[in-house]
């Protein structure tokens, strides 16, 4: 069966299908801003994307997908953090990116085909900018900014469905007073020395050197890598407005073209039933999940247990139970002998997640079959397709365990009681250690510590 996923521009289930004549399908997604450690809210999009990318592999072929995915290495939070470190601006977007691809990797998530800087197409967005301008469509400021007039697009807001009047509210406050209209977004943004520091480029012709607006980077990225018509947009609901209305508006006044035949956005994530937000300091990083003795597969397993297009409610009882389920698909794949039997986990697992990425219909669909046949029974490459799909490496390494201060300080004790030849108080806090369900492991240069097996 067909790919089949909800358009959030039609407000309709749509199916997947590559629209050049090549046969390649074209699919862009609005990557990190690099300034700071993404956390499991961003990766829950980026989860999902990873597991449409399979899908799209699986349907069409490796070499027919073109997944292009961006880096935002400047705007306002990049050169606020290059600031505040008082560092080049390349050298912190450097250091964040480096972490971001480290935890896609530890996440098991695929590289995407391409993955272009704001910074590496500084020119593109100048060339888009200036055809605006051209066109009519955009603005020099009074202060050497330019801006996209709003009004020379009468589409605006069909992606969101935001009205006019919601519109200047949400927009008032975005930019400067130079602009004609409160709702016109802008495309470049003149250099101001007190707050971007050493970072500017020439910018378009007639406007102040500058930086561009957050906005145009993703269609000039998406332009250059995927043509100027793509099969499917992908992000976020958090970036449905303004990010991809404006996408939409300077796209398609740029190049006269359809700028995406299909939309997909992921839904939120709370934690513990909450909104996450740093006030109630439960904004998590792949980081400290795994400092809590967490594997970065569970973390996976646990983003994939809600549909992508309703609220996922992220807990430590939701992790504890994708660390079962992992425990349990490790079983069953290691008692399918050779190449195991006839049974095929694929199809029912693939009619799930064709049908607009259900994720519980999927899982629901493997551990179904899971519980009503012998692993011999099981088509063992499969299985292994079905494992592809959703990412899930099983051979994936453990993070280690988190360790509790009052046991490392227990360690430490018992260390120092051995080196100084204090044999009794050593083997009373080694019992101590067990019965609080830690075992210490003596290396000649130290120590290191494992949770007893239960």
């Given at each position: 069966?067909p790919?089949r996923?909800?358009?959030s521009l039609s407000?309709?289930s749509?199916e ?6 090549d ?21 829950r999009?980026?989860v ?11 349907e069409?072929?490796?070499d ?12 306002d939070?990049t050169i606020a ?8 601006l390349?050298?912190i977007t ?7 691809h480290?935890d ?11 993955e272009p800087?704001a910074t590496?197409?500084?020119r593109e967005?100048?060339?888009m ?7 009519g ?6 202060d050497g900014s330019v801006?996209f007039?709003?009004?020379s ?7 969101s ?5 919601e519109?200047?509210?949400t927009?008032?406050?975005l ?16 250099y101001k020395?007190?707050e ?14 500058g930086r561009p ?9 998406s332009?250059?890598?995927l043509?100027e ?7 976020g609901?958090?970036?449905l ?15 006269g ?6 939309w997909y956005?992921?839904e939120?994530l709370?934690?513990?039933a909450?909104?996450?937000s ?5 904004i ?6 795994t400092?809590?003795?967490i594997p ?12 992508p297009?309703?609220?996922l409610?992220?807990t430590l009882d939701?992790?504890?139970?994708a ?5 349990s698909l ?6 399918i ?6 049974v095929d ?7 799930a ?8 219909g ?7 079959l899971?519980n009503?046949q ?5 088509n063992?490459?499969q299985?292994d397709?079905v ?20 046991i ?5 004790r ?10 009794a ?13 830690w075992?210490m492991?003596?290396?000649k240069?130290?120590w290191?510590?494992e949770?007893l097996?239960?």
């Amino acid at each position: 069966m067909p790919i089949r996923l909800f358009d959030s521009l039609s407000r309709e289930s749509r199916e997947l299908r590559p629209s050049h004549p090549d046969g390649v399908f074209r699919f862009y997604t609005c990557g990190p801003t690099v300034y700071a450690p993404a956390h499991i809210g961003n990766f829950r999009t980026f989860v999902v994307n990873d597991v449409l990318r399979r899908l799209l592999e699986l349907e069409f072929g490796p070499d027919r997908v073109k997944h292009v995915r961006n880096l935002t290495d400047v705007d306002d939070r990049t050169i606020a953090q290059a600031k505040k470190e008082n560092r080049p601006l390349a050298e912190i977007t450097k250091k964040w990116t480096d972490k971001f691809h480290a935890d896609c990797d530890a996440l098991n998530c695929l590289r995407p085909h391409v993955e272009p800087t704001a910074t590496g197409h500084i020119r593109e967005q100048v060339d888009m900018i200036e055809v605006l301008m051209r066109k009519g469509h955009a603005y020099r400021a009074a202060d050497g900014s330019v801006y996209f007039k709003i009004t020379s697009f009468p589409e605006y807001g069909a992606l969101s469905r935001i009205k006019e009047r919601e519109l200047k509210v949400t927009n008032s406050a975005l930019d400067s007073d130079h602009k004609d209209s409160v709702s016109d977004f802008a495309l470049w943004k003149a250099y101001k020395p007190e707050e971007d520091g050493e970072v500017q480029w020439p910018g378009p012709a007639g406007a102040s050197a500058g930086r561009p607006g957050w906005h145009i980077e993703c269609s000039a990225m998406s332009k250059k890598h995927l043509g100027e018509t793509i099969d499917l947009h992908t992000g976020g609901v958090d970036l449905l407005f303004p990010h991809h209305e404006n996408e939409i508006a300077q796209s398609q006044c740029c190049n006269g073209q359809v700028f995406a035949r299909h939309w997909y956005h992921s839904e939120f994530l709370q934690v513990e039933a909450k909104k996450m937000s740093k006030s109630l300091g439960n904004i998590y990083t792949l980081e400290d999940l795994t400092a809590q003795g967490i594997p970065p597969m569970a973390v996976r397993y646990a983003l994939l247990m809600g549909h992508p297009r309703k609220q996922l409610n992220f807990t430590l009882d939701s992790l504890h139970a994708a660390q079962s389920a992992l425990k349990s698909l490790r079983t069953a794949r290691g008692a399918i002998p050779g190449a195991g039997g006839s049974v095929d986990v694929l199809p029912p697992v693939l009619a799930a997640l064709h049908d607009d990425l259900n994720f519980p219909g999927a899982l629901g669909a493997l551990f179904g079959l899971l519980n009503s046949q012998p692993p011999a029974a099981l088509n063992a490459a499969q299985f292994d397709r079905v494992l592809f799909a959703l990412g899930l490496d099983l051979t994936a390494a453990p993070a280690p365990a988190a360790v509790p201060a009052e046991i490392t300080a227990l360690a430490d004790r018992r260390w120092t009681a051995k080196q100084a030849k204090d044999w009794a108080t050593a083997d009373a806090l080694r019992k101590e250690l067990a019965a609080a369900g830690w075992s210490m492991l003596d290396r000649k240069d130290g120590w290191s510590l494992e949770p007893l097996k239960k």
